[in-house]
Structures are given as C-alpha cells and as structure tokens.
C-alpha cells in the first residue's frame, strides 16, 4: 500500500542526499525513494503533486515500472524540487539525456541562498562560481583580500563576470595582485581546463574562450598549457599562490574547490591560509567583521 499522506517515518539511514545516502544507488525507483525521503515527503503527496494515480509511485520506487516516460519521471523530480545533479542521475538511469546548460537566474538565486550560510561560517576568503566561471557571491574576506570596498555590492565590477577573465585582464586589478605569475597563472589555465573537460562538447563552453583567448595574458599561457598534458585532475589544492594582499603583504593560500551538492554547475572556491601570515590576517579580518556587519554581499 501507499504510504500514509500524514505520517511519514523516519528513513533508518536518516534524510538522504545526493552525495551521501545515493552512493550505491543504481536503480532509478531507488534514487527517486532517496530523493522523496531526503525531502521529507510521502508518496501519496508526491503524486498529487505530480498528477500520478494513487499507488503509481510506489511501483516506480520498487522498480516494477521498468521504464517510466520522460515526462512522468521529469513531474516527479519538478515535484520534489529536484535540483541539475539530482535530475541528471535520476533520468539517466532511465536512459535519459539531460544536457548542461548555464544555470537560468532562478537556478543562481537558489544557489546563493543554498551556499549563503556556509560562505558566512568559512573562516578564510571564499567565493562561489557557476559553470560559466561567473562570480555568483562571496563571503566578508573577499573584499579585503582583492583590496575592494567592503560594501560595494558589485566588488569592483567582478560579480557577475568571468572571474578568470579578470585574473587575465589587465584592465583588472586582480593580475596586480599575483605575486609569483608563473606558477599562478599555468595553475589557473590547467583547472581551467579541467573544469571545461567535465562538460564534453556543450556548445556553450566555446563561449568562455571566446571571451578569453582575446587576452594576450590568457593566451600566452593558454598556449603554453597546451602544449602539456591535461593531468587527471586539476592540482588547484597542490599548487601553493602567493598573492598581494594590501595592508598585510604577500600572503600564501592553497585553493580548495567543492561543487553544490545538489547542482555540480555551482561550486565554492576557498583560499585556504597555507603560512602563518595568512592565517593570521585571516583571524584578524574575521574578528575586525564581527565587530561590524556580518551581511554577505551577492549579486543583485
């Protein structure tokens, strides 16, 4: 029978996520009871919601509807509110293409508030992109660390906007702040390109080098890498970069990158203090906000 519209028991493995309790997961019936569980809804609901017939989704959770139309398995994950990665892996299962697109302005909005509370809680500078490598939001360390005006709601022209572009511009103020360009820049280009190699043969990305190869910076270390190989993965964690930090000097960082866990297009970017001089500057600005506003500045 279906389970009861008003009383939904709690899942032994607790509320599932698409990182966490998916891992193992193959069957698309499976996926889609992990998805309804992590969002804490019960099957009678979801087919309201969906306009299925009464008991329809309980057979496609157990896998005895083999093969659910598109369509009723896209109405099932519009009514969970399932987010890019989720319905990626649901449909595919299903043998169901979803192709990459850039995220819509609804799809931004949702990320910043999705990523919002922990750019707040992130003790060093950090700063959110989407698949385009647009700055979407940042935390209060960003300002101080690219040496812009801390309440300006566009930091200085880059949100919104490439972000490698800037580091390239020489219009921009962030190539001034690269202290050692020829460690920095090739560690750039090289996650650069393996983040554009996660998505194949998407159109759009032919966009991004359009903006960039323009730049003689970019090219001339965009021709250097390539003239390497693309290594497994992207190294942004293992290259220390020195940057320019005003009022404190040449601070070292390591860069740590983890993508939204239920939309891959979305990913944070932190600067991880790797030398005791980062580390304390970042003490010293966290302590200096908390004082003050505490607000996250995004894109508007």
Not at 28 to 37: F, H, W
Not at 91 to 100: E, I, N, R, S, V
Not at 207 to 215: G, K, R, S, V
Not at 216 to 225: K, Q, V
Request: charged residues 25%; proline residues 8%.
């Amino acid at each position: 029978m279906p389970e009861d519209l008003t009383t939904q028991q709690p899942h032994p493995d607790g509320d599932l996520t698409l990182d966490e309790g998916w891992t193992g997961l193959c069957a698309g019936g499976d996926l889609i009871r992990a998805l309804r569980r992590a969002a804490k809804q019960t099957q009678l609901w979801v087919e309201a919601e969906a306009g299925l017939g009464t008991g329809y989704l309980q057979r496609v959770e157990a896998g005895k509807v083999a093969q659910p139309t598109r369509e009723t398995v896209e109405r099932i994950l519009a009514a969970l509110d399932a987010r890019h990665s989720e319905r990626r892996l649901v449909l595919a299962q299903y043998g169901y293409a979803l192709p990459t697109l850039p995220p819509t302005e609804a799809e931004c909005e949702w990320a910043r508030a999705e990523i919002a509370p922990d750019l707040l809680a992130t003790p060093f500078p950090a700063y959110l992109l989407d698949c385009l490598h647009r700055l979407m939001s940042w935390n209060r360390l960003v300002p101080r660390m690219f040496g812009i005006v801390a309440d300006d709601p566009t930091l200085g022209g880059l949100a919104g906007r490439s972000l490698p572009a800037a580091w390239f511009d020489p219009a921009s103020t962030l190539p001034d702040r690269v202290a050692d360009p020829d460690s920095f820049f090739p560690a750039l280009i090289q996650t650069l390109r393996y983040e554009m190699r996660q998505y194949g043969a998407e159109p759009w990305q032919a966009d991004i080098l359009t903006e960039l190869l323009p730049l003689p910076l970019f090219r001339h270390y965009w021709e250097m890498a390539l003239q390497q190989p693309l290594a497994a993965i992207s190294q942004r964690a293992l290259v220390p970069i020195r940057l320019r930090v005003p009022r404190a000097g040449t601070l070292t960082f390591r860069l740590v990158s983890e993508p939204l866990t239920r939309d891959h297009r979305f990913r944070t970017i932190g600067f991880v203090p790797a030398d005791t001089a980062a580390m304390q500057w970042c003490v010293d600005v966290s302590c200096n906000n908390a004082a003050g506003d505490d607000r996250e500045r995004h894109v508007t």
